[in-house]
């Protein structure tokens, strides 16, 4: 297969897939489902392959879990999918209905973004997820895998193309991508793909970014911070910390620098540092936390502080205030998420406007920035950039529009002349 | 001055201006129209510099005008300022209010994208339209303007600066860049910066995205097609078409390319090759075209299609049918702005669907596609770009959003392992 060639076709394709109705869409969702059920045991025996390769290579159980793909699991997928039926269509919503002079209206229509190449770790549920989420969304899909599932992938992706098509998906709107030269191919296919969403290690989505013209959504490092403010439960605080550094430490969400207001430090640091120790975590601190819990640090300088762990192991700073805290987040973070842990009412405003992140929490843990924590349904990535979608990216983050324009024989010459002029109104 | 300093500083006080009120960003729009109309004499004095340059180098009297900063010029300024203030605040709009489980809500909030870097043309109204744009929406703004104007604008963004600052808007939130050199220092800002809109010609909007990591908006070419149906009233179709062409042929949204459906050539061509004659307009076209219109075109082949001529110059084609039609501008067309001209509204609903540009429009001219004619008030430019921002970008283009969530203490591990479970609720 020529993989060039194919993304040509589908972006002949795409514009057909846009203008398909929600009820193909939805009803291509509902075959997938089904064909799913029907071919469980065909995917648990793929699926057994990859498991029995990756611990013949070595790999770790931790790492294993992840590739495993079983009946909770696909449930889980058979959930999702139903839930994405049961949202409203993102596409054809008129957002804007103005009309500019007697005759001539302006609508504003969400439509597909067209053709997604999408990247993705070694899961075969990212796969039922992203799939799906591209065919409501109207987008034609580039699905490449982590290598470690292709067994199970290339079964998976399958079964979904089947079905989509039977349902009235056309076929060339979704295509597999198998070897990683295929992913060089992919990125020069600019003028034919419109969006590129890579995940995986910061070291890859920096290689996807620098190496495309296509513009890339995603995010590159996951630098997150807990700011512990001068008023705050201290209990409630060690617990939030706790969990926004352990809960899943492989996560881009997870805090990897703990600010402490100099005020609170002495009293809350002690406990931390007991909580920390208990949990396995290694603590890298500045001179000062250094000081007010000796032994349990290791001292770090200011430039440390741009270090993602993404292991059990965190940077403790101490901050004057929450405007420091901001101006040191804003500096070292990579506006993803950051959460403060405060009592006042005011340091909490502050730092939600001034955090210049795509999502800033009070009193919570980092590791809610996820698209099914935030209701929906699915994510296909999270985006740090500010430009389109930001944050974890839905069905919303997957459209962009059009806009419409409906005369009877209207041209500029008569508005430029001064024959006529423009009447704007809302529709 | 250091270029790259000062936006580093810039990037620093972008959280200062995100926060600020309604009142705050249209007091400063206020104190810029009244600066402007006290300090006019110094514009046109500034001006008249610039003028004198200009003819002193030979520049051609058609971009003469176009740098020319009179009496109509700056009332039309201050018209377009009056209506950016009366328009409502693009800040703080809450799009999505969610409550995640009791005690956990999740608000998605518009907020500026940040840092903005705009490279214009050598047009003085241009500064004042794009720096109270950028205003309004709270983003802080790198200018660079054509160096034929340096001199006015060199007034215009002194003025403008201090009436803005004087109604409290942080000093480093706006900056001027005068040297061509600048323009490389800021594309290596990556980290600073947060979106480049250049405008200009092809090549230097083509060479911007090329040579900067930055997210780029806006558009290259502007190869925009009129497709004449089958059954259309001649005499409207004529008239739109000219319009389309020869109403401002260097302008991105002119049309280069006719496309004419198969049945009606015949009667169509010879009355448009007439009227275009007439308007002083080179025509390009097939083979097929040229024996219906023996000796008023130029033949040329398929790839000549893929030219903008922004001239009086325009190609060609006959086309089976709107599907036709839609594919060859699908194909060589730059996604920009295209217009059927039908009476049959099946083939209008096709069109409209299937062309997969910003700008689609049934029986009007191409050139509507603009900020002012939408009623944004004005624009930053028009983007062929589908992520983000499309068409021509007002207010609405130039914010982003942020993910707010507030807790009391939650943390994911309660989720994770079945202690809590999700409750959405919308708010």
Chains 1, 2 share one sequence.
């Not at 002949?12 to 939805?26: G, I, K, M, Q, V």
């Not at 045991?41 to 057994?48: G, K, L, S, V, W």
């Not at 609508?107 to 065919?135: H, K, M, N, W």
């Not at 032994?295 to 741009?306: E, S």
């Amino acid at each position: 297969m020529n993989i060039k060639e194919e993304i040509r076709k589908m972006k002949e394709a795409a514009p057909f897939l846009a203008a398909s109705s929600e009820d193909t869409r939805n009803g291509a969702l509902k075959n997938i489902a089904k064909s799913l059920k029907e071919n469980a045991d065909r995917i648990f025996a793929a699926n057994a392959k990859d498991l029995k390769a990756a611990e013949e290579n070595g790999i770790s159980p931790s790492i294993i879990g992840r590739l495993k793909f079983n009946e909770h699991k696909l449930n889980d997928c058979i959930a999702g999918i139903e839930q994405l039926i049961s949202l409203p269509d993102p596409l054809g919503k008129v957002t804007l209905a103005r009309q500019l002079d007697e005759g001539l209206q302006l609508y504003r229509i969400t439509c597909p973004i067209g053709v997604i190449g999408v990247i993705f770790e070694a899961r075969p549920d990212a796969l039922v997820q992203i799939s799906s989420l591209c065919i409501k969304s109207g987008n034609c899909a580039i699905l490449k895998g982590g290598k470690e599932t292709a067994e199970s992938n290339r079964v998976l992706f399958e079964i979904i193309h089947k079905a989509a098509e039977e349902a009235g998906i056309p076929s060339e709107c979704m295509l597999q991508a198998e070897l990683h030269d295929e992913i060089s191919a992919l990125l020069e296919c600019h003028g034919y793909v419109d969006l590129l969403i890579p995940r995986g290690s910061n070291a890859f989505v920096q290689y996807i970014m620098d190496n495309t013209k296509i513009p890339v959504m995603g995010h590159a490092d996951g630098i997150c911070h807990t700011y512990v403010d001068a008023e705050c439960d201290i209990k409630k605080a060690v617990r939030i910390v706790i969990d926004a550094k352990t809960q899943y430490t492989a996560a881009c969400n997870a805090t990897e620098t703990l600010l402490v207001n100099r005020a609170i430090a002495p009293v809350f640091l002690p406990e931390l540092a007991k909580a920390m120790k208990e949990a396995g975590v290694k603590l890298n601190g500045t001179e000062e936390v250094s000081g007010i819990i000796p032994g349990a640090v290791n001292v770090i300088g200011d430039d440390d502080f741009a270090k993602e762990y993404l292991d059990m192991e965190m940077g403790i700073k101490i901050v004057d205030d929450v405007l420091e805290a901001v101006k040191h987040i804003n500096r070292f973070g990579s506006h993803h998420t950051d959460s403060i842990i405060s009592d006042n009412e005011e340091n909490i405003k502050t730092f939600m406007q001034l955090v210049d992140s795509a999502d800033v929490y009070a009193n919570c843990s980092t590791r809610f920035a996820d698209g099914f924590r935030y209701g929906f349904g699915a994510e296909v990535g999270i985006s740090t950039g500010k430009i389109h979608a930001r944050g974890p990216v839905g069905l919303e983050g997957l459209v962009t529009y059009k806009y419409n324009l409906y005369g009877d024989g209207h041209i500029v010459g008569d508005y430029a002349e001064g024959r006529s002029s423009f009447n704007f109104k809302e529709l």
